[in-house]
């Protein structure tokens, strides 16, 4: 069982910055792929970036390729998303998920296990 708790959201300007983090706890953090997903209102959940277990390999969503970084700290067994440059179609729910099986990072919802409960993110014009 792994539990993710995601913070650092809030209310930003066009043009500023959030970083994103997410804390995880159960089993160990260093041997799973993890994700950033993000969900607007009425639209359906999607992939924004992903990395791998060591966080030698990275992937984004073009949306966010060039203004966002993935990164991982095994040690503090956190997962964080940089977002720069923000734009008010970024305003949505964000989501960390662990992908326990996947050996290439997931661009899908179903490949990833375990989901925290969101932090809302909100970029005004």
């Known amino acids: 069982q792994v539990q993710l708790v995601e913070s650092g959201g809030g209310l930003v300007q066009a043009g500023g910055s959030l970083r994103l983090s997410c804390a995880a706890s159960g089993r160990t953090f260093s041997g799973y792929t993890m994700g950033w997903f993000r969900q607007a209102p009425g639209k359906e959940r999607e992939f924004v970036a992903g990395i791998s277990w060591s966080g030698g390999k990275t992937y984004y969503a073009d949306s966010v390729k060039g203004r966002s970084t993935i990164s991982r700290d095994n040690a503090k067994n956190t997962v964080y998303l940089q977002m720069n440059s923000l734009k008010p179609e970024d305003t949505a729910v964000y989501y960390c998920?662990?992908?326990?099986?996947?050996?290439?990072?997931?661009?899908?919802?179903?490949?990833?296990?375990?989901w925290g409960q969101g932090t809302q993110v909100t970029v005004s014009s």
């Open positions: 998920a662990a992908d326990m099986t996947t050996v290439v990072i997931a661009t899908k919802e179903v490949d990833y296990d375990y």
